[in-house]
């Protein structure tokens, strides 16, 4: 808990409770930001990817969860693609929380997302076990049906970082011995 709250400069000091609702916050905070950044940086193909999956998701609401999306969002036409388009509009995430609480995670190809905002997290730690990095990208990559989709070239850097982290480590236990 200490390893990742040095990430988002948590206090050591504090209570494991509090320390870890910090960090979830914080956590939480970074992946919206980082699905903000996905929408406004869409591709046209992107946008046909994601619009069936906002379709379905919009297909499963409510008609009264329909209506407070509606209402917030003021989409040209209720479907995926409008309100997708009207998400990549916003400057907060303030309607993006909506649609999130409204129609859930699901809404949206949030694997990637995930994956890219574990991988910023991990980059803050100084000194992860690589066995411990290693575990959190397997999990992230069992995590993703398709194996063959452009979200497996992020998993595939990410798996690059760890012979990289090796290198740094290995490069910084020898200088630390040399300095001795």
Not at 5 to 32: C, E, L, W
Not at 63 to 90: D, S, W, Y
Not at 144 to 154: G, N
């Amino acid at each position: 808990m200490d390893t990742a709250g040095s990430g988002y400069t948590v206090n050591q000091y504090m209570a494991p409770a509090h320390k870890m609702r910090i960090i979830a916050d914080k956590y939480n905070d970074t992946f919206m930001d980082n699905l903000m950044q996905s929408l406004k940086n869409m591709t046209p193909d992107q946008l046909k990817e994601w619009s069936p999956i906002m379709d379905k998701a919009i297909g499963m609401a409510d008609i009264e969860t329909k209506r407070i999306v509606h209402k917030e969002l003021m989409p040209a036409v209720f479907n995926g693609m409008g309100v997708l388009k009207c998400l990549r509009k916003q400057k907060t995430p303030m309607q993006l929380k909506l649609v999130i609480d409204c129609f859930g995670i699901e809404a949206f190809d949030y694997k990637t997302i995930e994956i890219k905002t574990m991988y910023q997290a991990l980059r803050h730690f100084n000194r992860i076990s690589v066995f411990q990095l290693a575990r959190l990208i397997s999990v992230a990559v069992k995590s993703i049906t398709d194996l063959y989709t452009p979200q497996m070239s992020l998993c595939h850097h990410m798996l690059l970082t760890v012979t990289e982290l090796r290198q740094m480590m290995r490069r910084r236990s020898i200088r630390h011995l040399q300095s001795r």
